[in-house]
């Protein structure tokens, strides 16, 4: 958490409209829209959805727990794709200056399901 928090302020990730740049979000803030009720509902989504996570990023566990809320006894599973990133933190998908975003593998996903 605490390398999120820092890499808004640093120049790689600051933005003077970011809240997370300013003084408007803290790290102990209010809970995201994500972590409301709507999650409970991920398995009804019959559009693609790839989702991306560091395997380091403090929140991985919230990728993998939805996804499998989302595929499980979904009959819309199929075009569900969780892709971990190994080593990976959350700032290290942002710009990737880490060199670690699979964009192949990305493009790969959308010409399957978006094509």
């Known amino acids: ?65 939805e996804y499998a809320r989302m595929t499980k006894d979904s009959p819309y599973a199929a075009n569900k794709e969780l892709m971990i990133i190994d080593g990976a933190v959350h700032t290290d998908l942002y710009d990737d200056v880490a060199g670690v975003i699979p964009y192949d593998k990305i493009e790969a996903f959308f010409r399957e399901n978006l094509g």
């Open 1 to 65: 958490m605490r390398d999120y928090a820092a890499y808004y302020k640093s120049e790689r990730g600051f933005h003077p409209r970011s809240l997370n740049s300013t003084d408007g979000w803290v790290t102990f803030g209010a809970m995201s829209f994500m972590n409301q009720p709507i999650c409970e509902y991920t398995n009804e989504i019959e559009s693609a959805v790839l989702m991306i996570h560091g395997s380091e990023a403090h929140s991985c566990y919230f990728s993998r727990d």
